[in-house]
């Protein structure tokens, strides 16, 4: 099982930036898929971002232009950093990795004021 240590959430005014980082416990060299997904209160786990070992991104509609999802396989490290950040933005946001199993980070709160 992967450990998934997230950190960088916090408060941030609307059209602010915060960068989350999500720190595994083993190496991501050759993990094929993870990310970041998100939920919101009384709303369903949506996936913002996610990247593959080759590099590849996907991101959600509502985030494309304002999120950019990297990843430093050197640190075993995943980020999301975003910016123009919007109070819709609002939610607990989740790391994930594909590695066998689907591993899940403990979740960091991003809340955006307007």
């Known amino acids: 099982q992967v450990q998934l240590v997230e950190s960088g959430g916090g408060l941030v005014q609307a059209g602010g930036s915060l960068r989350l980082s999500c720190a595994a416990s083993?190496?991501?060299?050759?993990?094929?898929?993870m990310g970041w997904y998100r939920q919101a209160p009384g709303k369903q786990r949506e996936l913002v971002a996610g990247?593959?070992?080759?590099?590849?991104?996907n991101y959600a509609d509502s985030v494309k232009g304002r999120f950019t999802i990297s990843r430093h396989n050197a640190k075993n490290t995943v980020y999301l950093q975003m910016n123009s950040l919007k109070p819709e933005d609002t939610a607990v946001y989740y790391c994930?990795?594909?590695?066998?199993?689907?591993?899940w980070g403990q979740g960091t709160q991003v809340t955006v004021s307007s």
């Open positions: 990247i593959t070992s080759g590099g590849s991104t």
């Open positions: 994930y990795v594909l590695e066998g199993l689907l591993n």
């Open positions: 083993v190496s991501i060299f050759s993990i094929n898929a």
